[in-house]
């Protein structure tokens, strides 16, 4: 099966622990992420294939997105508080996986059922926006949750939320674009 | 002396000789980095006493501010190509170097010579903003150039430009504002 964490998984080791058990609480047909086509799944902020990344995992929750993150201590930017860029990070694939998901929705692909159909959508980020609302605690984790404000074939825009203990810290919009197949070396 | 490297250097290994071997082109004064107070001082993109983090370093090169980084091949995004999300991060540490670098000059602090003085200013986040113009090469070093467009007391604007091989990739624009005191638990 294309892109699906199966006996694979035991390579991954513990990253994907996490994963597996916050799948439960969020899952409706897995995260976008794990359903990358093998070729395109080395993303440093989601690649299931990228043992030094953060794996981040992206689900639907009704008509919104959320993935949950839990940064390390060494992810700070002032002591006691989460690294901007980590932030950043973290909206761009969430910004990314929402617009693969919404595509593949669009396209009648079912994540985890991609036998006899197109593989799963892969976008890349055209332009990022964060606004940083207030410090972002270090140690909780991380809610981001995505809406789609904008949707065509080609293009998808995502505004993201990042809060932390129920407090919006961050705002983010990621418009992302459907990945060239060149780039994949297509 | 405040934020220098020195005999402390021999604490951080491998990862700052490089810093200590690319100094030498654009050192003008040492990296804005090097500078933020002890305990301001472990960004996870930029901190000198960050053992996990990038610490990027920059300088300034005339009226332009400059960072040179090659990313790990792990910092991929699609094979072959750069994660958007480091980009982001290197620009957001660049533009908060650069807002520290100004300040400080405008307050007549001069990096390397703290001492009597008042410390070495740090700025944080406020926005962030990013355009990927085209898919960034993974392998060569990269090269952030950064122009002020907006200087004041609390807040400094930086456009920044991120280039491989000679090409701009991405552009990016960073809001930066004094960090308020009470983030550093002064």
């Known amino acids: 099966m294309r892109g699906r964490c199966g006996a694979s998984c035991h390579d991954h080791g513990l990253a994907l622990m996490t994963h597996h058990r916050s799948q ?3 899952d409706t047909g897995g995260a976008f992420q794990d359903h990358y086509p093998d070729d395109v799944a080395h993303c440093f902020g989601c690649g299931r294939l990228n043992p030094h990344g953060h794996q981040l995992k992206s689900y639907w929750e009704g008509e ?3 993935a949950r993150f839990t940064p390390q201590p ?3 930017a002032i002591p006691g508080y989460v690294y901007g860029g980590l932030i950043a990070s973290l909206i761009d694939c969430h910004g990314t996986g929402t617009a693969a998901a919404v595509a593949a929705r669009r396209d009648g692909i079912e994540p985890g059922a991609e036998e006899g159909t ?3 959508p892969r976008f890349v980020t055209a332009a990022l926006e964060v606004s940083y609302l207030a410090p972002t605690p270090l140690g909780p984790a991380l809610e981001l949750r995505g809406k789609v404000v ?7 825009t995502t505004e993201v939320t990042v809060s932390a203990k129920g407090e919006i ?7 992302a674009v459907r990945m060239p197949e060149h780039m994949a070396g297509r």
């Open 118 to 120: 197109a593989p799963f």
């Open 74 to 76: 060494y992810h700070t």
């Open 169 to 175: 810290t961050a705002r983010g919009r990621v418009v």
């Open 64 to 66: 919104e997105t959320v």
């Open 150 to 156: 904008q949707d065509s074939e080609r293009k998808v």
């Open 24 to 26: 439960s609480a969020a």
